[in-house]
């Protein structure tokens, strides 16, 4: 069993994207073909947003939106403590501050109460400028937005959505990556939405920005090729990716993000029995919520606990991940700031599992699964 299966989704693609590579190969219009624009318009309508800004992954994405805002040294931007390391990666190449803030339990998104508490934290010390605040819609569920969103505004702070895991994912049929004043994603393969590489994109209202973003991932171009006017990146989406995007988007839309949907209620039926009696936790969808199951993950009662369980599960030949071992607070490279403590954030990475997750999970493949967790447990 594979944990997440591309090799069966090429298999059902096959004839389209074999196609539209062919167009590419035939086309040498390898950098910016007209595939780039086309799909960047496919995804801006998708998402809701005015502009889309291809970009070569999901971290230029994130490094790009900072770049426009001009965050840099002696601001501080609040990322929660429980994700991929890129969230906070970025915040520190531009030589600004990141600043953790916890997250929830049930939701593994960042904890609007937490997060006040940071910022006035912040302000009190008086050494950084509250800036920017990222929320991640963590393994496809979308942030919780509205309580973040009203704290960015009354406390006159950016709002920067990373949707790296969280494309394809609503909140009252509101498609994630619109949420953000900028947000971001990722075409890395394992996304809910991936290509055959790297790859990347933002998302923005703003004419000004997008025009920035634009600028900023082809060396900070002007109006003039040959006239830079700002030091920027070299950050395209290339023309056989953005193709094969295009035959992926479409299955995504059409029926990919309602099978993994499928995938997920069949997980939480056939573990409702050992939630019941306290065994594990399945991963909450608040009312309203949609999610694009980056992930599937559950949580278990302690760390001895989980490492059994994935133990048993890797000796059936069954394949399951900790996303994430090490909080952010508590990653080697951070260790020189003053890092605040996140004990939920910390918990979660001794009790979490990710189980096989992907559009093309076969109810028998669920069934393994989940017979193989009862057996464990
Ligand atoms: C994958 C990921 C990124 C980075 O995306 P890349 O395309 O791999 O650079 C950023 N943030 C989160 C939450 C991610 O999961």
Avoid at 115 to 125: F, G, P, S
Avoid at 148 to 175: M, R
Avoid at 308 to 334: D, N, R
Wanted: net charge negative.
């Amino acid at each position: 069993m594979e944990f997440r299966d591309l090799k069966k989704q090429y298999e059902a693609l096959r004839p389209g994207i074999d196609a539209a590579m062919q167009r590419v190969a035939c086309s040498s219009r390898y950098i910016m073909g007209p595939e780039v624009k086309e799909l960047e318009a496919q995804l801006a309508e998708y998402v809701g947003t005015r502009h889309c800004i291809s970009c070569a992954n999901g971290t230029d994405a994130l490094s790009i939106a900072l770049k426009v805002w001009g965050i840099g040294p002696g601001d501080a931007v609040f990322v929660p403590d429980f994700t991929f390391f890129s969230s906070a990666e970025v915040v520190a190449a531009e030589g600004a501050t990141p600043v953790f803030v916890d997250v929830c339990e049930d939701t593994f998104n960042i904890d609007a109460a937490d997060l006040q508490k940071a910022i006035a934290e912040v302000r009190a010390a008086g050494i950084l400028k509250p800036r920017v605040v990222i929320a991640v819609d963590l393994f496809g569920l979308p942030a919780g937005f509205k309580a973040v969103k009203t704290i960015c505004d009354s406390e006159g702070l950016l709002l920067l959505e990373d949707g790296a895991q969280g494309f394809g994912g609503s909140i009252n049929s509101k498609h994630t990556c619109s949420f953000g004043d900028i947000a971001t994603t990722s075409f890395f393969p394992a996304k809910p939405l991936g290509c055959y590489g790297d790859g990347g994109a933002i998302f923005t209202d703003n004419d000004e920005w997008a025009a920035l973003a634009d600028s900023y991932r082809v060396h900070g171009k002007g109006t003039f090729k040959y006239d830079n006017v700002r030091i920027g990146m070299n950050s395209r989406l290339d023309t056989l990716q953005a193709a094969i995007l295009q035959v992926k988007l479409k299955a995504f839309a059409e029926y990919e993000l309602d099978a993994v949907n499928t995938a997920a209620s069949m997980y939480n039926e056939k573990l409702a029995g050992l939630a019941g009696c306290g065994k594990l936790v399945r991963p909450a969808v608040p009312e309203g919520f949609m999610s694009s199951w980056a992930q599937y993950t559950l949580r278990l009662e302690n760390r001895e606990t989980r490492d059994a369980l994935q133990a048993a599960l890797k000796a059936a030949g069954i394949p399951s991940m900790v996303y994430y071992p090490t909080p952010m607070h508590a990653q080697t490279a951070f260790a020189g700031l003053d890092n605040r403590s996140c004990p939920v954030a910390s918990r979660l990475c001794e009790t979490v599992l990710s189980l096989p997750m992907h559009p093309y999970l076969t109810e028998e493949q669920v069934a393994t699964v989940c017979d193989a967790i009862e057996a464990a447990l």
